[in-house]
């Protein structure tokens, strides 16, 4: 049994020493936030609610990252008099009703497709993936050297009749199709 | 805390890993809750601006994804699994095209990857979570022991061609890996039970939830009667089965780590004409991975697992001549596996994995006079190490390169190296090709046998008997050629030494030795596609042929003239069409046509005919929580063989219809 002892012995130290490592955050720690952060500077057409008080629903399509991040992060919180809401979906037959529908990494086969579904439906269309904002997505998460950069598709924001913030297109890479 | 893991002595080794495995997991948790807390709300009170400059480490991102792997690899999911209406992991196997599967009788089957599907098909590796299941005892699988609740297995990936660089012994002709689902993605209660002509009742039920923000469980079991299949005269086989299994699974997930405990305990038992078999088990495994940095990963895994076979034989008689009596043959197989596993960027260009493994079996066999283990108690060590990187000469090519390298208690030192080329032409296209040596070192049955266990014995292992060894030729491509069409193939030559035969000596004529007195070689082809017809409506297809060239090693002897390590079919056709359609209905049908096989588990050479058979469910949602489905399996015969020499005993695949009810809340 030494070798089980030695390996486990080694895997102990590695903890202590893993657990100690830098303050950085993750990614989807960060996506999480922005995700909140869109549906404060993000404007949604009335029509896109049943009711003045109707929640706004957060969905994440397919292997959700977030854990239960992201609902940590919208507990109790509210965009105008919308409550917030996070919704899960496994496949996109049941996003009618999404505000903002974030794609996960799982999605990498579908999205085009799934995008081309949902044109012009008042959905923030959210993702990480190569060539997802030249292919009709809204906003794209993009890591370049360590940081979280954003690319937005200002033709897709306007077919879904969305108004998005100059606070945050300020700090975005902009385009329209046919860009990424 | 130090001085425990000092001083005391742990007589029992699944105490030992379970008090290790705490300690990790209370270090884990306690040190990150805090700042976890601090930077959720610091977070959300930062400006966009701010946010920006927040430095992250990529860790959602899947360092590798499998349909850009350089290798045969198909995946089935679960919405493959539940639409098939299939219900066991074997059955399920058939939807991967690139494995022949055969059903032998009620509960046993015969699964393997580029040919050599006989009765003791030993050259694949099959995990379950990371836990090799196939059993030393002869480098198999008892896939009537291996379950789970269908409902909650994630994905099977299945890789056809060597996979020993990383995965090891055993990976000689293909790997299956059995992935369970996240318990974060079964915070749901969950029931299904049914019952039909083939399968008389079953059920299963699952209960998952949160323990807080970051961890999640789940608890399951399940059971299944099985009825009776028939002979090829029509006659009961008396091979109904019962199984009944339960197990949990908890996930605690951190920014940076990652931590999986789980479980699984089971019991079945099998009618046969001698009497009753049973194979009871359990494990238990534990998982931790953390995240370095971009690409930088360290997975440290370690479980336990018994199995306990009892098996009543019948009386072992030649030519009416009785050499042992009847009896019921027993063995307890406990199994320790400690793996590490680190894989980070290096230069900028390549992408290293290391690791280390042990794996401590201890084999109980309890002899009978009709067949034995010598020695019946062996402890077996399997200490292993591998490094392999991937270089990326360019955006579009990548070579990866390494090896494997283990010591076994029967042959010592072993090592399986592979080289593998990927070109990406464009995104939607990828060729691959690999030269990869891959071996099977011997299992309990090539050197430790004894049939019957003394007086004019039959058959025996042989103490000299070593490794088989495949030096195997892959090529491929992989195609997405737009939306709706993804195919892929590959080609593959293998060139196989030491293959096991079955000898004299050269003084006597019995007993029968396992040598390894067989070389030879195998090519073939296997094609696969799916085509998303309309969105409602998918097709996919798959095609292997296989060609196998045995020979003796000149100069030496086989008793089955290198016959006796293949039954498989040349050429396999597998179609499937899965339709939904209003009303929240889904039609799913497969069709499979299998080529003749060549067996020769008896007397001379003989064959199973060529089979074409028919699988349809319908499945109808009647509400969001509610789902009931009809599955009919092997609908265009009665019943037809798919395995074995044709004696009036061979057992014959039925049809069979099973009605299912789901529920979840």
Redesign the interface.
């Known amino acids: 049994m030494a070798p089980i002892r030695v390996l486990l012995r080694y895997g102990l130290l590695l903890c202590f020493f893993a657990c100690r490592t830098s303050h950085a955050t993750a990614d989807y720690q960060l996506e999480a936030v922005f995700l909140f952060n869109f549906t404060q500077f993000v404007e949604w057409p009335s029509s896109a609610f049943a009711r003045d008080d109707s929640p706004l629903s957060i969905c994440v399509l397919g292997e959700d990252p977030f854990g239960n991040y992201l609902d940590d992060i919208v507990r109790g919180e509210n965009a105008g008099h919308h409550p917030l809401i996070v919704e899960r979906h496994r496949n996109a037959d049941t996003i009618g009703h999404c505000h903002i529908l974030f794609f996960s990494q799982s999605e990498a086969e579908s999205f085009r497709r799934v995008l081309q579904g949902i044109k012009s439906n008042n959905v923030l269309t959210v993702g990480g993936f190569q060539g997802f904002a030249n292919n009709g997505g809204i906003i794209r998460f993009h890591i370049v050297d360590n940081k979280l950069r954003l690319r937005v598709n200002l033709n897709a924001a306007h077919d879904a009749r969305l108004t998005i913030s100059s606070k945050l297109l300020r700090q975005a890479e902009l385009i329209g199709y046919g860009e990424d | 805390m130090k001085s425990i ?1 000092q001083h005391q002595t ?1 007589h029992d ?1 699944w105490h ?2 379970f008090m ?1 495995l705490c ?2 997991f209370l ?2 948790s306690s ?2 809750a805090v ?1 976890l807390e601090a ?2 709300n610091d ?2 009170k ?1 400006s ?2 701010d ?12 360092p590798e ?1 499998l ?1 850009n792997t350089a290798s045969s690899v198909q995946v089935i999911t679960q919405e493959d699994i539940r639409r098939s209406g299939v219900t066991s992991l074997p059955e399920a196997l058939r939807l991967a095209s690139n494995l022949q599967v055969a059903q032998k009788n009620a509960h046993d089957w015969g699964v393997s990857a580029r040919g050599f599907n006989t009765e003791l098909a030993n050259k694949l590796l099959v995990m379950i979570d990371g836990r090799t299941v196939y059993t030393p005892l002869f480098s198999g699988v008892f896939w009537n022991a291996q379950d789970y609740l269908l409902a909650d297995i994630d994905h099977i990936e299945v890789i056809s061609g060597p996979g020993g660089t990383l995965w090891g012994a055993n990976a000689v002709n293909g790997v299956i890996n059995i992935i369970t689902r996240h318990s ?2 079964t915070r749901d209660v969950y029931a299904e039970a049914g019952g039909g002509s083939g399968m008389r009742s079953f059920a299963g039920a699952r209960v998952g939830g ?1 323990l807080n ?2 961890a999640s469980f789940r608890v399951y079991a399940k059971y299944s009667d099985h009825d009776n299949s028939v002979l090829g005269n029509g006659n009961d086989a008396n091979d109904a089965w019962r199984m009944k299994q339960g197990g949990f699974r908890v996930d605690v ?1 951190h ?3 990652r931590l999986t405990f789980q479980g699984d305990i089971y019991e079945n038992s099998s009618d046969s004409d001698p009497g009753k078999a049973s194979i009871k088990g359990s494990n238990v495994l534990t998982r ?1 991975s ?5 690409g930088s990963e ?1 997975n ?1 895994q ?1 479980y336990y697992d018994r199995t306990h076979l009892d098996r009543p034989l019948p009386a072992y008689v030649i030519n009416n001549l009785t050499l042992a009596p009847a009896g019921v043959f027993a063995d307890v197989m406990d199994t ?1 596996d ?1 793996d ?1 596993q680190h894989r980070f960027r290096f230069m900028r260009r390549h992408q290293l994995v290391w690791g ?1 493994g ?1 794996r ?1 079996t201890h084999d109980s066999a309890t002899n009978i006079p009709a067949l034995a283990f010598y020695p019946a108690l062996f402890t077996h060590h399997l ?1 292993s190490g591998f490094i392999q990187d991937a270089v990326s000469l360019s955006d579009r090519v990548t070579i990866t390169a390494g090896t494997k390298l283990e010591h076994n208690t029967y042959t010592g030192w072993e090592w399986e190296p592979s080289v593998r080329a990927q070109w990406d032409v464009n995104t939607r296209n990828m060729l691959w090709s690999a030269i990869s040596r891959a071996v099977r070192s011997p299992s309990r049955i090539d050197r430790d046998y004894s049939q019957p266990a003394a007086g004019l014995v039959v058959i025996k292992g042989s103490d000299t008997f070593v490794s088989e060894k495949v030096l195997a030729y892959e090529a491929g491509y992989r195609t ?1 050629m737009n ?1 709706r069409l ?1 195919a892929s193939t590959a080609i593959f030559y293998n060139n196989y030494q030491h293959l096991r035969s079955t000898s004299i000596t050269p003084t006597t004529i019995l007993p029968l030795y396992f040598e390894n007195n067989l070389k030879g070689y195998t090519y073939g082809i296997e094609l696969n596609g799916t085509f998303q017809i309309a969105e409602w409506w998918q097709m996919r297809a798959g095609y292997t042929f296989l060609s196998e060239h045995l020979s003796v090693e000149p100069g030496k002897f086989d008793l089955s003239q290198a016959h006796n390590e293949t039954a498989d079919p040349q050429h396999q056709v597998m179609l499937r069409s899965m339709l939904e359609l209003p009303g929240r209905v889904q039609l799913d049908a497969g069709l499979r046509w299998v080529d003749e096989l060549i067996v020769n588990n008896g007397p001379n050479l003989a064959t199973v005919p060529d089979y074409t058979e028919l699988d349809i469910r319908i499945g109808w949602r009647i509400t969001e929580s509610l789902e009931l489905s009809l599955t009919g399996q092997n609908l265009l015969h009665n019943h037809h063989p798919e395995f074995g020499f044709p004696t009036p005993t061979r057992v014959d695949a039925e049809r069979n219809v099973t009605g299912k009810l789901v529920w979840r809340l």
């Open positions: 893991l742990f080794p030992c890993i290790r300690c990790v270090i884990v040190s990150r700042a930077s959720l977070l959300k930062m966009i601006e946010l920006l400059q927040v430095e992250v480490v990529s860790v959602s991102r899947t994804k349909s974060r993605d949160a923000s970051n997930t920014p940076f780590d931790w953390h995240a370095f940095s971009e360290l440290l370690a320790y400690v590490l280390l042990y401590h200490y997405q939306d993804v």
